[in-house]
T-cell receptor, first 112, second 116 residues
Framework: DQQVKQNSPSLSVQEGRISILNCDYTNSMFDYFLWYKKYPAEGPTFLISISSIKDKNEDGRFTVFLNKSAKHLSLHIVPSQPGDSAVYFCAASALGTYKYIFGTGTRLKVLA | GAGVSQTPSNKVTEKGKYVELRCDPISGHTALYWYRQSLGQGPEFLIYFQGTGAADDSGLPNDRFFAVRPEGSVSTLKIQRTERGDSAVYLC??????????????FGEGSRLTVL
């Protein structure tokens, strides 16, 4: 039972263009969402988060959008840079819990 | 230390052997998590500690897996009678707060376990 889904295993984008990574969830109790980036042989590093009381959160080149009715969130990276090439995971948790459920990841490749 | 430290970084063992994986969290972080990541998959929750106690061990796949955190800091994940299916990267993470929606997890680089 995959509660957090990232249906695109990979994505290629030209440098300078926008990268859009998508994530869907099934559990309506989820109310906090995070995005992580992972380089090979390293642990995941935190990028950005969003609470369900918001529909957008922005941090520099990274913006996360949340559509609660569709149970969908997306991460926008603009402009994309070659150093953004990595695997991106979305994760979710429910209020009052401590367990973060991760998606399967999307491998982003930014072409120079 | 500055970040979450995991040892060993790589462990190769034979089927049926016992393995211990160690995690040293960020100083002062009360919450500690173990996740397992198989090839092509996202991190899979195993167990969560708040202080010394295992608040939730529902992700441990079976009774061959056990984890401790006796002094509320360093944690050890123990795997008995290893099987080839246990091969994965075992990730440890810590957080300054344990509740959902209250803080991000800081991950170590992981311990890659290979069971031959």
């Amino acid at each position: 039972d995959q509660q957090v889904k990232q249906n695109s295993p990979s994505l290629s984008v030209q440098e300078g263009r926008i990268s859009i990574l998508n994530c869907d969830y099934t559990n309506s109790m989820f109310d906090y969402f995070l995005w992580y980036k992972k380089y090979p042989a390293e642990g995941p590093t935190f990028l950005i988060s969003i609470s369900s009381i918001k529909d957008k959160n922005e941090d520099g080149r990274f913006t996360v959008f949340l559509n609660k009715s569709a149970k969908h969130l997306s991460l926008h990276i603009v402009p994309s840079q070659p150093g953004d090439s990595a695997v991106y995971f979305c994760a979710a948790s429910a209020l009052g819990t401590y367990k973060y459920i991760f998606g399967t990841g999307t491998r982003l490749k930014v072409l120079a | 230390g500055a970040g979450v430290s995991q040892t060993p970084s790589n462990k190769v063992t034979e089927k049926g052997k016992y393995v211990e994986l160690r995690c040293d969290p960020i100083s002062g972080h009360t919450a500690l998590y173990w996740y397992r990541q198989s090839l092509g998959q996202g991190p899979e929750f195993l167990i969560y500690f708040q202080g010394t106690g295992a608040a939730d061990d529902s992700g441990l796949p079976n009774d061959r897996f056990f984890a401790v955190r006796p002094e509320g800091s360093v944690s050890t994940l123990k795997i008995q009678r290893t099987e080839r299916g246990d091969s994965a990267v075992y990730l440890c993470a810590s957080s300054s707060r344990g509740g959902g929606g209250t803080g991000e997890l800081f991950f170590g680089e992981g311990s890659r376990l290979t069971v031959l």
